[in-house]
């Protein structure tokens, strides 16, 4: 019996440690498998870090890779004449080529740079181009929407009239007009504001792909004052007209077209007055081509009511006499002549190279718009407000309204091509802002970024770009 007990007492050992061993197996099964879980849950979470961590990376490296195709924009509008249209793209650098083309200016060292991408990162490339010309000053886009939004402005005789102000796309209540309802609906809007005493200078060619200049030699240069006659003149002065005083100051420069090996630069200056009854759609008019008109451009009648007024060296513009006459307003002797002429051959018979000055008295050679265009190359048009701000009543510089008075508003209308014409046909303006685009991508072309850049150029102010300014004699006294 014992020996049997024994036998059983054995035996029930064994089970027990059998149980025992089963029991720590399953217990290492179960731990295993919560650890294999909680291994695949920080893993799925590390590698989603990962994949969204590359992704950002990818997507900063579009980013500069875009940021790239901007500077390279940047350097070949900086490098070239006004008007340059820079261009190119590049891509990954193989081991047998330095990668990248394009009219954006280069690097210094291709192949070294080429190396120097190589090594960083070979895997991002870029894009980019240039929309650097236009065919009036200011410009607007041809076929995309203008969006304004109405306001009220102080109009003759201290009332409101109603006018547009540029806006965005998202501006609530903004109305959306092609750019012949914008000239039509918006005249105030198309011109550019020349304060006083401020000085805009507008260059008179641009540049082809070759980075060649090519001159705008037909234009037409449209301003009026933001005042329309002699009502808001005081005193002393309130019987007179705006004929009567001088409120624009014009030159225009550039290099003589025959090279004699001496480097220098010839000009032609004047000042002009107001006009009576002038504004946005009765401007003076000025330049080399009175056929030009805002949209149309060529020898359509452009805007409905636009009319040009056409002053002349008498300081009078041509009347209903000289109409009746017929007396040819397009001829440009009438409305485009300067009395200064800064030139070494005026058509004066003048050799030897010494600058003289010219006079339209008895004999006008070489000092015309469209003489001196024609002979001259990268000619450039400075504009300067000349109004006399006490004539027109402003006391106060500082206060805002008073000052508008003397604000001067005006645009620059170059000839477009003839309808079906190759654009680059004929000479264009330059924008007041290059705009770039530029794309960049990465990892494959995966990740994908672009930039849209606006780009004002420096200004700048010639040193021989003096005035010398003297009222008449015989003009009455101004109020104290």
Known sequence: MKKLLSQFGVDGGRSEAG?????????????LGILMTLALGVSSLVIREIVVTQSVVDANKA??????????????LNRKLAGYEPVGEFSPPSENDNGGSGSGGGEANPA????TVRAVDPDYAFSYSTSNKTDAVPGFPDDEPIFVEQVAVSGEGGSLVADCRPAGARTPFALALNKQQFYEQCPRATYRKLGLNETHIIP????DDSGQ??????????YYLNVRDGSQFYGALKDLRLESFDVLRWKLYGKPLVDSGVQRTESI????????NNGPQTPVCIGTDATIRAVSGNTGNGIEGETCIFPSLSKKPPSSDDVAAGTDLNDVTLWSAARECYMTDAGLGVTGGALIKGTTVGDPTGCQMRDFIDSHRENYLILTNMVNPTVLGVANLKD?????RADIYYRVLARKPEPGADPASVPRLVKDFA?????GSSAAGRAVKSLSVRYKAPGFLPVFNFSLYKTRDNAPELPE
């Open 19 to 31: 149980a025992r061993r089963g029991s720590a197996l399953l217990i290492t099964l179960l731990l």
């Open 63 to 76: 980013y500069y890779a875009a940021e790239a195709g901007v500077e390279h924009a940047l350097l070949g």
């Open 112 to 115: 070294l740079a080429s190396q």
């Open 204 to 207: 008179l060619f641009s540049t």
């Open 213 to 222: 200049p090519q001159n705008v030699n037909d234009f037409l240069v449209q």
């Open 269 to 276: 200056a004047d000042f002009y007055p107001g006009v009576t």
């Open 400 to 404: 805002p309204d008073q000052l508008a």
């Open 435 to 439: 705009e770039i685009s530029s794309f």
